[in-house]
T-cell receptor
Framework: DAKTTQPPSMDCAEGRAANLPCNHS???????VYWYRQIHSQGPQYIIH???NNETNEMASLIITEDRKSSTLILPHATLRDTAVYYC?????????FGTGTRLTIIP | EPEVTQTPSHQVTQMGQEVILRCVPI?????FYWYRQILGQKVEFLVS????????KSEIFDDQFSVERPDGSNFTLKIRSTKLEDSAMYFC????????????FGPGTRLTVL
């Protein structure tokens, strides 16, 4: 998996959109951008992934730049339950390589 | 919604003892994984398993570790002689087939070695 860079921490007010950035300038053409989150010590939870196009599901939206060197995960209306560590992973194949992620804190 | 389950949620053992951690992957999934996370550290890949054999393993996965799919539903991780440094959260994950790279994780087993 290509190296990704994320800010170590972010705060967001409850009810606002949380925008989590990720840089992956060395991503390969066949690597997907995956986002997982980990709430406390629970198992990583899959959120969303994409290759080139922007993606949206019931949890979040993923915006990938045209050159694929960076992306942004958007949680449209953050709730207190969204407080977690968010991992951006450029991935293809077997093992997932987790970094240190972004610790997102939702402020009431 | 189908999910990966793991038992037990917490296992306490004495150093040198054998432990078996159990996982039930999502029922139609063909690829299985174990990861671990030492407290305060990153989630680390241990091993991947497909078609009844190991397809990839990390340097952590030495001779003390083994995996098995003893029947059609369970996937186990055995540590033969536990060390203090094996204390960690162990996560099982599964993936449907080669058409998708998305792995789904279980809630984890906290292993404490005394």
């Amino acid at each position: 998996d290509a190296k990704t860079t994320q800010p170590p921490s972010m705060d967001c007010a409850e009810g606002r959109a949380a925008n989590l950035p990720c840089n992956h300038s060395t991503i390969s053409g066949n690597e997907y951008v995956y986002w997982y989150r980990q709430i406390h010590s629970q198992g990583p939870q899959y959120i969303i992934h994409g290759l080139k196009n922007n993606e949206t599901n019931e949890m979040a939206s993923l915006i990938i730049t045209e050159d694929r060197k960076s992306s942004t995960l958007i949680l449209p209306h953050a709730t207190l339950r969204d407080t977690a560590v968010y991992y951006c992973i450029a991935h293809k194949g077997e093992k997932l390589t987790f970094g240190t992620g972004t610790r997102l804190t939702i402020i009431p | 919604e189908p999910e990966v389950t793991q038992t037990p949620s917490h296992q306490v053992t004495q150093m040198g003892q054998e432990v078996i951690l159990r996982c039930v992957p999502i029922s139609n999934h063909l690829y299985f994984y174990w990861y671990r996370q030492i407290l305060g550290q990153k989630v680390e890949f241990l091993v991947s398993f497909y078609n009844n054999e190991i397809s990839e393993k990390s340097e952590i996965f030495d001779d003390q570790f083994s995996v098995e799919r003893p029947d059609g539903s369970n996937f186990t991780l055995k540590i033969r002689s536990t060390k203090l440094e094996d204390s960690a959260m162990y996560f099982c994950a599964s993936r449907v087939d080669s058409s998708s790279d998305t792995q789904y994780f279980g809630p984890g087993t906290r292993l404490t070695v005394l």
